[in-house]
């Protein structure tokens, strides 16, 4: 199935559960150890034109790091095709099989509010269509995929010549995804098609930007709160595609930390950033310092090139 490459590819994205410059505070911490410093900076997948470039603060940043660090990088087609066909089913089996009928009904008649045909979700998982959806929502609330952070960030890596490294890769991400159980599927599938229906998703969308605009890793987790609340089988997500990834993740950052090779800038997605299992206090529990850095005045377009480190108070 052609779709299936590119479903994944947003599903790299969306596996972790957004920039204006007039608040107080940028989604953006600075680790230090005595040997070196990263900065964790946490996106959002989907975005707006008017966005980039990003808070001076963040651009300096990425600016002074010796590498882009992401969860997996997206832009690695060969990567990204060779686990593009666990996301579906071979047929004659189908997504239609694998959910109740009255789900698979809701199902269709979500379709039409984001032009979708049936034919291109037929053979999806359920994962996988449900997060279509939510894309799509993203989508029709003005939010582009083609826009989001990470993407921003790996193609400006690539034009600067900077090296790209993984927290996980596409190979883990694709085995997480595909770890799900019936049970598991069936409940995300239900509890997405309802989010989307009753309109919890469009609040969880908009309350993601808004913290993400003004900094607010505590609003942050209250959005999660409120929608694992009341969607089924979300709360059970988050705990295996965000809090559980976060020892690995902390490991392999605390070794960047304790090496000499310069600054690594970490774009991972803002909820991986918040909250006591969050990496940010996992890493000030490991000892070191860590401190989310003020907005900085955006740079005059003609003097980019200008202009200090990004400070962290």
Same mark, same amino acid.
Not at 65 to 76: K, M, N, P, Y
């Given at each position: 199935?052609?779709?299936?490459?590119?479903?994944?590819?947003?599903?790299?994205?969306?596996?972790?559960?957004?920039?204006?410059?007039?608040?107080? /505070?940028?989604?953006?911490?600075?680790?230090?150890? !005595?040997?070196?410093? @990263?900065?964790?900076?946490?996106?959002?997948?989907?975005?707006?034109?008017?966005?980039?470039?990003?808070?001076?603060?963040?651009?300096?940043?990425?600016?002074?790091?010796?590498?882009?660090?992401?969860?997996?990088?997206?832009?690695?087609?060969?990567?990204?095709?060779?686990?593009?066909?666990?996301?579906?089913?071979?047929?004659?089996?189908?997504?239609?099989?694998?959910?109740?009928?009255?789900?698979?009904?809701?199902?269709?008649?979500?379709?039409?509010?984001? $032009?979708?045909?049936?034919?291109?979700?037929?053979?999806?998982?359920?994962?996988?269509?449900?997060?279509?959806?939510?894309?799509?929502?993203?989508?029709?609330?003005?939010?582009?995929? /083609?826009?989001?952070?990470?993407?921003?960030?790996?193609?400006?890596?690539?034009?600067?010549?900077?090296?790209?490294?993984?927290?996980?890769?596409?190979?883990?991400?694709?085995?997480?995804?595909?770890?799900?159980?019936? /049970?598991?599927?069936?409940?995300?599938?239900?509890?997405?098609?309802?989010?989307?229906?009753?309109?919890?998703?469009?609040?969880?969308?908009?309350?993601? @930007?808004?913290?993400? /605009?003004? $900094?607010?890793?505590?609003?942050?987790?209250?959005?999660?709160?409120?929608?694992?609340?009341?969607?089924?089988?979300?709360?059970?997500?988050?705990?295996?595609?965000?809090?559980?990834?976060?020892?690995?993740?902390?490991?392999?950052?605390?070794?960047?930390?304790?090496?000499?090779?310069?600054?690594?800038?970490?774009? @991972?997605?803002?909820?991986?950033?918040?909250?006591?299992?969050?990496?940010?206090?996992? !890493?000030?529990?490991? $000892?070191?310092?860590?401190?989310?850095?003020?907005?900085?005045?955006?740079?005059?377009?003609?003097?980019?090139?200008?202009?200090?480190?990004?400070?962290?108070?």
């Amino acid at each position: 199935m052609k779709p299936r490459a590119a479903v994944l590819r947003i599903l790299v994205l969306l596996a972790a559960f957004a920039a204006a410059p007039a608040f107080a /505070q940028n989604f953006l911490w600075r680790v230090d150890s !005595l040997a070196n410093h @990263v900065w964790l900076f946490g996106t959002i997948h989907a975005g707006k034109a008017e966005w980039y470039p990003l808070p001076t603060a963040v651009e300096e940043a990425f600016d002074d790091s010796a590498a882009l660090a992401v969860e997996a990088d997206i832009t690695d087609k060969a990567e990204m095709d060779k686990y593009a066909t666990a996301m579906a089913f071979t047929p004659p089996d189908s997504l239609r099989n694998h959910v109740p009928p009255e789900d698979y009904e809701r199902l269709l008649g979500l379709l039409p509010r984001y $032009g979708i045909p049936e034919a291109q979700v037929r053979e999806m998982k359920p994962f996988i269509a449900a997060s279509l959806l939510v894309l799509a929502e993203w989508t029709r609330l003005g939010y582009l995929p /083609q826009l989001g952070m990470d993407a921003y960030l790996l193609e400006r890596a690539k034009s600067d010549r900077k090296p790209i490294v993984e927290l996980e890769g596409v190979a883990a991400q694709a085995k997480l995804m595909d770890s799900l159980t019936a /049970q598991e599927s069936k409940d995300i599938f239900e509890g997405t098609l309802t989010a989307l229906e009753q309109g919890l998703a469009d609040r969880q969308i908009e309350g993601m @930007v808004h913290a993400w /605009q003004v $900094g607010d890793a505590k609003e942050m987790l209250e959005v999660a709160r409120r929608y694992d609340e009341k969607v089924k089988g979300a709360e059970r997500f988050e705990e295996k595609f965000v809090w559980s990834r976060h020892p690995a993740m902390v490991d392999k950052i605390a070794a960047w930390l304790g090496d000499a090779k310069g600054p690594r800038f970490v774009a @991972v997605g803002a909820l991986h950033l918040v909250g006591p299992r969050g990496l940010v206090e996992m !890493l000030r529990e490991r $000892g070191y310092i860590v401190k989310q850095v003020f907005v900085a005045p955006r740079r005059e377009k003609n003097n980019d090139a200008e202009g200090g480190r990004a400070a962290a108070r």
